[in-house]
């Protein structure tokens, strides 16, 4: 068989038709195909006739795979690239629950390792893809094919072998931080799968905090516009989906009150705002909103008054003609003055408390909850409400008064103040 398949393995350059008798000639052979009948206890239909002749056929193609492996070693280059496609295109035509002789296919996995350093690219692309399925990624760290590929990610020159590399890794303990380091490789398209393998493959639930954070802010700020697409629309959408559709539970798993740039969050929530079919659905999905069109203090949380926050910002961004759908979820500026005043008071509630611990870090979401409701506050309607423009300017200035106790959110109230009264430079003298 390989002296009648000789044309073909002496074509290096990509061929139509060479691929078509590659990828016929491997499904024949799969066919033919089955754990060596001599290890099965197996009743058969003709008896020993049919069990011949699966013996035949598992010695044939068992034999045409050794015969790959021996001239993938070949000096010519096309005969090494078409045995290793021989052997992957063989390999991806058995069914997913096929058996290959335990021996058979630690050759194959040995030959293809030795072709993954090949100095060709495209040979080592599909040493690469051969290897696929011969992965045992509940080995760990004694995986052989795992380990060559991890090492292969560093030191790969070639992008396209390092996509198929990516393509092809199964994904544990050991390769995850490969294809993390990945979406940060040099070229667009090699990041691009990365993003699209973690989407696919890898559960929000299985990377720590920091990693979640790190892999959205850098796809978000990345540079190649089909990038920032696979973000918008895989990673972002298979993430919510991993948390049942909860907004909330995502914004958690990010831990916006320690995050190191709450912009990631706010972008990961201007993309989901962004997908939904209305603003209105979104004004009517918050439904944490009570009668009086605040959230109430006793479910105020940092998640919630993020999400609070951006969706405020989110409608007022479309325009006028959406306010009506802001007053739904925002009162009038005197009576969120007292109610802003309520939360900055609160910023070191009393205990009692389990340890030092708990209580510093009730604190910290204090701080972060009067954070967000000091940037909500300039996004209220001031136009046609002058008693109200000044009962909240008062609220800021009595926060400042008493620099010692809100020393960590005086910066914000600083910004606050300086947007609600714009140029007015006779409102800033008579505060000081």
């Given at each position: 068989?390989?002296?009648?398949?000789?044309?073909?393995?002496?074509?290096?350059?990509?061929?139509?038709?060479?691929?078509?008798?590659?990828?016929?000639?491997?499904?024949?052979?799969?066919?033919?195909?089955?754990?060596?009948?001599?290890?099965?206890?197996?009743?058969?239909?003709?008896?020993?006739?049919?069990?011949?002749?699966?013996?035949?056929?598992?010695?044939?193609?068992?034999?045409?795979?050794?015969?790959?492996?021996?001239?993938?070693?070949?000096?010519?280059?096309?005969?090494?690239?078409?045995?290793?496609?021989?052997?992957?295109?063989?390999?991806?035509?058995?069914?997913?629950?096929?058996?290959?002789?335990?021996?058979?296919?630690?050759?194959?996995?040995?030959?293809?390792?030795?072709?993954?350093r090949?100095?060709?690219?495209?040979?080592?692309?599909?040493?690469?893809?051969?290897?696929?399925?011969l992965?045992?990624?509940?080995?760990?760290?004694?995986?052989?094919?795992?380990?060559?590929?991890?090492?292969?990610?560093?030191?790969?020159?070639?992008?396209?072998v390092?996509?198929?590399?990516?393509?092809?890794?199964?994904?544990?303990?050991?390769?995850?931080?490969?294809?993390?380091?990945?979406?940060?490789?040099?070229?667009?398209?090699?990041?691009?799968?990365?993003?699209?393998?973690?989407?696919?493959?890898?559960?929000?639930?299985?990377?720590?905090?920091?990693?979640?954070?790190?892999?959205?802010?850098?796809?978000?700020?990345?540079?190649?516009?089909?990038?920032?697409?696979?973000?918008?629309?895989?990673?972002?959408?298979?993430?919510?989906?991993?948390?049942?559709?909860?907004?909330?539970?995502?914004?958690?798993?990010?831990?916006?009150?320690?995050?190191?740039?709450?912009?990631?969050?706010?972008?990961?929530?201007?993309?989901?705002f962004?997908?939904?079919?209305?603003?209105?659905?979104?004004?009517?999905?918050?439904?944490?909103?009570?009668?009086?069109?605040v959230?109430p203090?006793?479910?105020?949380?940092?998640?919630?008054?993020?999400?609070?926050?951006?969706?405020?910002?989110?409608?007022?961004?479309?325009?006028?003609?959406?306010?009506?759908?802001?007053?739904?979820?925002?009162?009038?500026?005197?009576?969120?003055?007292?109610?802003?005043?309520?939360?900055?008071?609160?910023?070191?509630?009393?205990?009692?408390?389990?340890?030092?611990?708990?209580?510093?870090?009730?604190?910290?979401?204090?701080?972060?909850?009067?954070?967000?409701?000091?940037?909500?506050?300039?996004s209220?309607?001031?136009?046609?409400?002058?008693?109200?423009?000044k009962?909240?300017?008062?609220?800021?200035?009595?926060?400042?008064?008493?620099?010692?106790?809100?020393?960590?959110?005086?910066?914000?109230?600083?910004e606050?103040?300086?947007?609600?009264?714009?140029?007015?430079?006779?409102?800033?003298?008579?505060?000081?």
């Amino acid at each position: 068989l390989i002296k009648s398949l000789r044309p073909v393995m002496v074509v290096f350059k990509k061929e139509i038709v060479v691929d078509r008798v590659v990828e016929f000639s491997c499904k024949f052979l799969a066919s033919l195909f089955v754990d060596d009948p001599a290890e099965e206890n197996v009743e058969v239909e003709n008896g020993d006739d049919t069990d011949k002749r699966q013996r035949r056929n598992f010695e044939f193609v068992s034999s045409f795979i050794r015969s790959l492996i021996d001239i993938s070693n070949a000096k010519h280059k096309a005969i090494r690239l078409r045995s290793c496609q021989f052997l992957r295109s063989f390999l991806k035509s058995m069914g997913d629950d096929a058996l290959i002789d335990g021996e058979l296919c630690k050759e194959i996995t040995r030959a293809m390792l030795k072709r993954l350093r090949d100095k060709v690219p495209t040979v080592r692309v599909q040493a690469a893809l051969a290897l696929d399925r011969l992965q045992t990624p509940e080995d760990g760290k004694d995986c052989p094919v795992i380990n060559a590929f991890v090492q292969q990610l560093k030191a790969e020159t070639s992008s396209d072998v390092r996509k198929a590399i990516l393509g092809s890794l199964s994904i544990n303990s050991h390769s995850l931080s490969a294809v993390l380091e990945s979406a940060r490789d040099i070229t667009a398209s090699v990041r691009s799968l990365a993003f699209i393998v973690l989407s696919q493959r890898i559960s929000p639930r299985a990377l720590s905090i920091e990693q979640r954070e790190t892999l959205l802010s850098c796809g978000l700020n990345d540079t190649s516009e089909n990038v920032r697409k696979i973000i918008y629309n895989k990673v972002i959408v298979s993430w919510l989906t991993s948390y049942k559709g909860s907004v909330y539970k995502l914004l958690s798993a990010l831990d916006v009150v320690l995050s190191s740039d709450i912009s990631t969050a706010e972008w990961t929530l201007e993309v989901i705002f962004d997908r939904n079919p209305s603003v209105e659905t979104l004004v009517e999905n918050f439904d944490v909103i009570d009668a009086d069109r605040v959230v109430p203090h006793e479910k105020l949380d940092p998640e919630w008054s993020l999400y609070w926050r951006c969706l405020v910002q989110f409608i007022r961004s479309k325009g006028d003609k959406f306010d009506s759908l802001c007053e739904r979820i925002l009162p009038n500026a005197n009576y969120f003055s007292h109610y802003l005043l309520k939360q900055v008071n609160n910023v070191h509630p009393e205990g009692p408390y389990v340890n030092l611990e708990s209580q510093i870090d009730e604190q910290l979401n204090q701080h972060f909850i009067s954070r967000q409701l000091l940037k909500l506050s300039t996004s209220l309607d001031l136009s046609t409400d002058e008693l109200g423009r000044k009962r909240l300017l008062e609220t800021y200035k009595e926060i400042l008064m008493d620099p010692v106790r809100h020393q960590s959110i005086t910066a914000s109230v600083v910004e606050a103040l300086v947007k609600v009264m714009g140029n007015d430079g006779s409102a800033l003298l008579e505060l000081a």
